[in-house]
């Protein structure tokens, strides 16, 4: 069995933080992205349509804790 060494503790702080921290700015800037070209899109449509879209997305973002309240332990909301 090869011995490696700790990431956590031998590397400095900053390229480990972006190593951790960029494929989650990336994630939110995606979903970010597609939600103002999908309200875009529905707002040539109607006004209601875009309400609706509008009314959806928190609770599609409020969706993506689900698993998160399960891990720990809490009660699901329910959406």
């Known amino acids: ?6 990431k956590m503790a031998t590397r400095p702080m900053f390229p480990l933080l972006m190593s951790m921290a960029l494929p989650p700015m ?16 529905v707002a040539r449509y109607s006004a ?16 993506a804790f ?3 309240f399960r891990r720990w332990g809490w009660a699901a909301p329910a959406l």
């Open 48 to 63: 209601d349509a875009l309400t609706a879209v509008s009314l959806a997305f928190p609770l599609h973002s409020a969706s």
């Open 66 to 68: 689900r698993p998160c």
């Open 26 to 41: 990336l994630s939110m800037l995606l979903s970010s992205l597609y939600n103002i070209v999908d309200s875009m899109f």
């Open 1 to 6: 069995m090869s011995q490696t060494a700790n």
